[in-house]
C-alpha cells in the first residue's frame, strides 16, 4: 500500500510561481511512474506531468511544457513540480499519483496510476 500527500498550493497572481511536493509514505520502489493531474471545476481530471523514477525519463502536456519541471528526490521518497508563468487557467485541484506506467501513453493515463493523494489546491488569479 501507498499513500501520497501532496502540499504546496496556494493562491498566487498571474506570472507568480508555486512548487508542489507529494510525500510517499508504504511501500514505494515498485511504484516507478510517478505523475501530477490537476482537475478543475466542471472538467475532467487532465494529466499535467509525470516522471520515470527508474529511468529519468519526463513528460508533460502540451499546456504546461516550458513552464513546469517534475523532479524526484527518492531518498525523501517524493516528487515535486515546479510551476512557473502561471496563469488563470492553470487553477485546478492538483493531485500526485504513482503507478507501474512503462510506455509513454501510460504514463499520461490516469489509469494506469493505482495510488493518488487527496490534492492540493492551486489558485491563479489575473
Known amino acids: 500500500q501507498v499513500q501520497l500527500v501532496e502540499s504546496g498550493g496556494g493562491l498566487v497572481q498571474a506570472g507568480g510561481s508555486l512548487r508542489l511536493s507529494c510525500a510517499a509514505s508504504?511501500?514505494?520502489?515498485?511504484?516507478?511512474?510517478m505523475g501530477w493531474f490537476r482537475q478543475a471545476p466542471g472538467r475532467e481530471r487532465d494529466f499535467v506531468t509525470a516522471i520515470s523514477r527508474s529511468g529519468g525519463n519526463r513528460y508533460y502536456a502540451d499546456s504546461v511544457k516550458g513552464r513546469f519541471t517534475i523532479s524526484t528526490d527518492n531518498a525523501k521518497n517524493t516528487v515535486y513540480v515546479q510551476m512557473n508563468s502561471l496563469t488563470p487557467e492553470d487553477t485546478a485541484v492538483y493531485y500526485c499519483a504513482a503507478g507501474f506506467a512503462h510506455s509513454a501513453y501510460e504514463f499520461l493515463s490516469p489509469q494506469e496510476y493505482s495510488y493518488w493523494g487527496q490534492g492540493t489546491q492551486v489558485t491563479v488569479s489575473s
Open positions: 508504504g511501500r514505494t520502489l515498485s511504484s516507478d511512474a
